[in-house]
Structures are given as structure tokens and as C-alpha cells.
């Protein structure tokens, strides 16, 4: 019997381990849950180890395969037992099954779950204890606490509401405030009473606040953004402000705001703000290479703080094909009048060059900038300058009304107005883009043209899945002319197609033509672009996207069914100055295939 025994063992632990072995190379062809009522299967997803490979993860065919480990998927398994109950499922039954396909190489992960009763939020109780003056206002704050009576039981919710109890109070003068959960659970009616004690601690106020740091910049400029006030009721808030106020100047590198709560005298505590500026003087200097604009250079020189009192002075020069000399000067006087209210005063000079025209342009412009948060800012700008057209390049006369050879004296007004809520300048997976401006060209000075340009664009990020980010554009202008003008300037006509634009044909190859196939410029148009943005590896990523658009020669005049359309793939390189991009289009539907490459810095958009 012992004999007989031994063997068996022995073949049952080689049986055990082989399939234990084979399990292991097995490759993961499918996750699927059943009975998740509650919680959606991407957020499951999201907490597993075990994960099927994405259409782009099996594109990566230089990444090694991912095999099922049962292991692993007994401990998400674990993991998902534990978020149920974080959601109001205190006995959540989740089970697996295993289905090999047909030769044993790829396994389907059937996750069944019984997510059983919930609990639901009874009664939400708020103790106070300590100073009872703000008690009126925190009970009229819990029409916007998560943690609602009736609602499915959820530890975020417990969590979001302790967090908004505790910025209220570090915001009304009590920074040490605390508050302290107590979860009553009725597993026999599926209730659980939360109780929040919430112990305001002593009031207190901003005492003394002191500077430290190597900045030469004056201490009443930097006063001046500082919302604190020795004797004032302490508020984080105003903490955060200051600090955002300082960082926004643009002059200092890091700014850290330190509350000095173990030594708090008589109420008051004490505030240090330390500083570190940056460099007065910086220069930078770019050599690249765009499709569009062939070899390109420049070069940009800034002096903070000069002549003191916060003020900056920048020296910006650019060559390339198109636009062979741009040369400007920005003087940026801070806080005219009010905080935040710039004064720019921005001397220039530029020759640029299509193919109809050239063009060289000498003026300034002097705007007043208001900043009201990091995200928004608006303008007005008074533009004066001369601009000299030269259209002997377009081999014929533009129209009878245009000579060859133009100096056109121009001033006007421009108001503008930016909203930017995404959450990276480089490559947003979040957020939106708004930018609208409006000018009136022809206020006195001998303006050869009246006129009114109107453009808006907006921008949308928005992240799909764990791993694609949808982003799309829509832009639109007019420009028409007024006060008995029959043209406006072909200067400041829309041309479209390229890297910015659409992007299945060439730089400002897109416009209405004269009789003589002369691009003449458009007075109305609109464009859209559509992306999928993805990850490829690492630094690599990649993009799909559809363009389209176009441009009409008459203000309020154009025909949507002539919009143009473009298809096309990019890769984009991750780089300390924005991605590097390599794009391939080409136009669609009524247009022949003819594949444009572009090669640039940062996202169309």
C-alpha cells in the first residue's frame, strides 16, 4: 500500500506543478465581468494587475508578452473585494473563471460577482465643539457636502466631506481645527449613521509677516501682492492667493509660505514668506528645422527687474523662409493703476513672405494686460504702424483696385480676451482652450483701410479610457471692410493649409484665387481639427486626426458644403521644448491623395 501510495503522490505533484507551469504561459485574451450592477467595468479594470493587452500595447511587438499569473489575479481579486466594501457592499462574493481557447495559448478571465445588499447613509450628524460663531454658516455649507442621507455608503464621500469641514474652518481663522468621523453601522437595516466632531480649536489671526531670501527685487513691490495682513482673521485661501500672486510676476523661482503654528503669541501667527528670484539676466538661442519654415533662428534676451520696481524688458529675434527678419521689443510695466494691470509697450519689425506677396511691417503697439487668475486674462491694444506690400511675386494684378506696390498706414484698436483651463502647455490631456479678439483697423493717422477682423478659437482635451486623449479645435474669422472701403488689406486675409491648419496641403495653400489663379486671400473662414491622441512608448506617441475647413473670398458669402477635408497619422517625440512632430495628410473624399509631410515643434493645437 505504501508503494502504491508514493508513486500516486508523487505523479500528483509533477500534474500539480505542470499545470501550474502551463498556467503561467498562458497569454491573457479577455477580461469580462458579470453582475458589476453598481460600480462600471473600467473602474474594476483600473485596479487590476490583470489586464488584456491594448490595440496599441500589441502594436509594441518590442515589449515582451504579459502572461496570467493566477497568483496576481487572486490578489485583485482581494483588491476588488475591498473597494466594494469602500463602496457600501460590506460582503461582496467575486469569484473567477478561467476558459482556455482552443490551443491552450490565450485564457478568458470571467469575474463573476455577487455584489449583495448595500449599506446607504442614515443620519449625518455635525457636533461642534469649541467657537460656535461660525456654526450657521457650516450648516448652511452642507448643500454642497458629497455625504448626502439616502445615498449608497462611499469612503470617498466620508473622506471629501471631512476635507471640505477642514478647509472651511483653516479659512474662517481656525487653522488647527479637527475633525474626527464616527461610522455607526445597523448591519440589520443596511444604515450607517455618520457623526463628524468637529473641534474648531482656538480663533486665530495673521501676526507678523517676514521676508527672507536673496531677491534685490524692492520689498514694497513684492509687498504690494501679499493678501495678508497682520490683526486679519487667518485664511488659507489667502495664504494660497499670496503665494500664486508672487509666482504669477514671473520673477522668482520658487516662493514657499510657512505658518508658524507652534509659535502663535496672544492669537496671532506668525508668517514667513521666502523667496529665491530668478536670474536678471537670461538668453536664449534656437536653431531648428520645420518642412514649412526650412533652417530656423532666434534668439530671445530678458532682463528682469529693470530699472526696478518688477518691471521687464524682452528683445525677440526670428529668421526663417517665410518669414525672413521678425524682430520686437516688449517693455512690460506691472501694475499701472491696479495689481495685475499691465502696461506693454511692443515696438516691431517684420518682412514675411507668400506667395502672392511680401510684405514688411514697422510699428508698436501698447496694450494694457489684465491677469484676473493664472487661467484668465484680457487686453486692449492700440496698434500703429506701416505696412509696405510688394506684389510683383504674384506675376499679375490682384485686382484693379491694388497696385503693384502699397504703403499702408494703419491704426486701430484690438480687444482680446484668453481662458486656459488644461492642465499641461505642452501636451494637455485635459481641460479647454478659449482665445477671442476682435480689432477696428482705420482710427485717424491717414489709414488707407477701415475695417473690423473678428477670430475666435476654442480647444478641447479630454481623456478617453486610461490611455487615449481625445482633443479637438474650432476656429472662425471674418474680416470685411467699412466706412465705403471696397477691399481689405490682402496682408490680413485668411490663408490656411499646413502644420497649424489643414494639414493635407501645403503652408497657406488654401485660398480663393483671381482670374488668374492669383491666391488672393479669403474674408471669412473656418476650420476644425479632430485627434486621438495616444501613447506608443516611452518618449513616443502618436496621433490620428482628421482636419477640415476652408476659406471664401466674400465676408458673408460661404457654402459649407465646399469645406475641405484631410486624413492623417503623426508620431510626436517628447522633448524639454515640447514634442517634436512628424506629420503625414492627405486631402479626402472629392480631392486626389496627395501625402504632405510636415516636421515641427509642439501639437497643432
Known amino acids: 500500500m505504501i508503494h502504491f501510495r508514493s508513486p500516486f503522490l508523487t505523479f500528483l505533484l509533477v500534474f500539480i506543478v505542470f499545470q501550474a507551469l502551463g498556467q503561467e504561459s498562458l497569454k491573457i485574451n479577455q477580461i469580462k465581468f458579470y453582475g458589476n450592477d453598481s460600480i462600471s467595468e473600467d473602474a474594476l479594470i483600473k485596479l487590476m494587475n490583470t489586464k488584456p493587452r491594448s490595440l496599441v500595447e500589441k502594436s509594441e511587438f518590442w515589449k515582451k508578452d504579459s502572461y496570467f499569473s493566477q497568483y496576481i489575479l487572486e490578489e485583485?481579486?482581494?483588491?476588488?473585494?475591498?473597494?466594494?466594501?469602500?463602496?457600501?457592499?460590506?460582503?461582496?462574493?467575486?469569484?473567477?473563471?478561467?476558459?482556455?481557447?482552443?490551443?491552450?495559448?490565450?485564457?478568458?478571465?470571467?469575474?463573476?460577482?455577487?455584489?449583495?445588499?448595500?449599506?446607504?447613509?442614515?443620519?449625518?450628524?455635525?457636533?461642534?465643539?469649541?467657537?460656535?460663531?461660525?456654526?450657521?454658516?457650516?450648516?448652511?455649507?452642507?448643500?454642497i457636502m458629497p455625504l448626502k442621507p439616502k445615498l449608497r455608503f462611499r469612503d470617498d464621500d466620508v473622506k471629501a466631506t471631512e476635507k471640505i469641514i477642514k478647509e472651511f474652518y483653516g479659512n474662517n481663522g481656525h487653522p488647527n481645527a479637527t475633525v474626527l468621523k464616527d461610522i455607526q453601522l445597523n448591519e440589520n437595516l443596511n444604515i450607517a449613521d455618520i457623526n463628524f466632531n468637529i473641534n474648531s480649536g482656538p480663533k486665530a489671526y495673521f501676526g507678523e509677516v517676514s521676508l527672507q531670501g536673496d531677491s534685490l527685487i524692492p520689498r514694497s513691490y513684492i509687498k504690494k501682492r501679499i493678501e495678508l495682513h497682520p490683526g486679519e482673521e487667518y485664511s488659507q485661501s489667502k495664504l494660497d492667493n499670496t503665494q500664486q500672486e508672487l509666482f504669477n510676476t514671473g520673477l522668482f523661482r520658487y516662493i514657499t509660505i510657512k505658518t508658524r503654528l507652534d509659535s502663535i503669541e496672544n492669537a496671532k501667527v506668525p508668517i514667513l514668506i521666502q523667496v529665491k528670484e530668478m536670474p536678471r539676466w537670461s538668453f536664449k538661442i534656437g536653431l531648428g528645422y520645420g518642412t514649412e519654415d526650412k533652417v530656423r533662428i532666434s534668439f530671445l534676451l530678458t532682463r528682469l527687474n529693470f530699472i526696478g520696481g518688477g518691471r521687464t524688458l524682452i528683445f525677440k529675434g526670428q529668421h526663417s523662409y517665410f518669414v525672413p527678419l521678425s524682430l520686437d521689443a516688449k517693455f512690460i510695466q506691472p501694475d499701472v493703476v491696479l495689481n495685475n494691470l499691465d502696461l506693454i509697450l511692443n515696438p516691431f519689425l517684420s518682412r514675411e513672405r507668400e506667395d502672392s506677396y511680401e510684405v514688411e511691417r514697422l510699428g508698436t503697439a501698447v496694450t494694457f494686460q489684465k491677469i484676473f487668475t493664472k487661467k484668465t486674462a484680457t487686453y486692449i491694444s492700440y496698434n500703429l504702424g506701416i505696412d509696405k506690400v510688394d506684389l510683383s511675386s504674384s506675376g499679375s494684378l490682384i485686382s484693379e483696385?491694388?497696385?503693384?506696390?502699397?504703403?499702408?498706414?494703419?491704426?486701430?484698436?484690438?480687444?482680446?480676451?484668453?481662458?486656459?483651463?488644461?492642465?499641461?502647455?505642452?501636451?494637455?490631456?485635459?481641460?479647454?482652450?478659449?482665445?477671442?479678439?476682435?480689432?477696428?483697423?482705420?482710427?485717424?493717422?491717414?489709414?488707407?483701410?477701415?475695417?473690423?477682423?473678428?477670430?475666435?478659437?476654442?480647444?478641447?482635451?479630454?481623456?478617453?479610457?486610461?490611455?487615449?486623449?481625445?482633443?479637438?479645435?474650432?476656429?472662425g474669422g471674418i474680416i470685411e471692410p467699412v466706412q465705403g472701403d471696397l477691399s481689405t488689406p490682402i496682408e490680413d486675409r485668411f490663408l490656411m493649409g499646413g502644420a497649424l491648419s489643414l494639414r493635407g496641403w501645403g503652408r497657406n495653400q488654401i485660398s480663393p484665387v483671381n482670374d488668374d489663379g492669383v491666391k488672393i486671400g479669403g474674408n471669412i473662414m473656418l476650420e476644425s481639427s479632430v485627434e486621438f491622441r495616444f501613447p506608443i512608448y516611452r518618449i513616443f506617441s502618436g496621433t490620428s486626426f482628421i482636419d477640415f475647413g476652408n476659406t471664401w473670398e466674400q465676408s458673408f458669402d460661404f457654402d459649407i458644403s465646399k469645406l475641405l477635408y484631410n486624413f492623417g497619422l503623426g508620431l510626436r517625440i517628447k522633448s524639454p521644448i515640447g514634442p517634436i512632430r512628424f506629420d503625414v495628410a492627405t486631402p479626402i473624399f472629392d480631392q486626389k491623395f496627395n501625402a504632405q509631410f510636415f516636421i515641427t515643434i509642439g501639437h497643432a493645437f
Open 401 to 475: 483696385e491694388t497696385p503693384i506696390n502699397s504703403k499702408n498706414n494703419k491704426s486701430g484698436l484690438t480687444l482680446g480676451f484668453n481662458h486656459n483651463t488644461s492642465n499641461d502647455p505642452f501636451s494637455p490631456t485635459n481641460g479647454w482652450k478659449f482665445n477671442t479678439l476682435g480689432t477696428y483697423m482705420g482710427i485717424g493717422f491717414n489709414s488707407q483701410y477701415h475695417y473690423y477682423k473678428l477670430i475666435t478659437e476654442g480647444d478641447y482635451f479630454m481623456p478617453v479610457g486610461k490611455r487615449l486623449v481625445f482633443a479637438c479645435k474650432l476656429k
Open 76 to 143: 485583485d481579486i482581494v483588491r476588488l473585494k475591498k473597494y466594494y466594501q469602500q463602496n457600501g457592499f460590506l460582503y461582496p462574493e467575486i469569484t473567477f473563471e478561467l476558459t482556455p481557447n482552443k490551443n491552450n495559448k490565450k485564457i478568458k478571465i470571467s469575474i463573476l460577482i455577487n455584489e449583495g445588499s448595500s449599506i446607504t447613509n442614515g443620519a449625518i450628524n455635525y457636533y461642534y465643539i469649541g467657537d460656535s460663531a461660525h456654526r450657521e454658516i457650516m450648516d448652511s455649507t452642507k448643500i
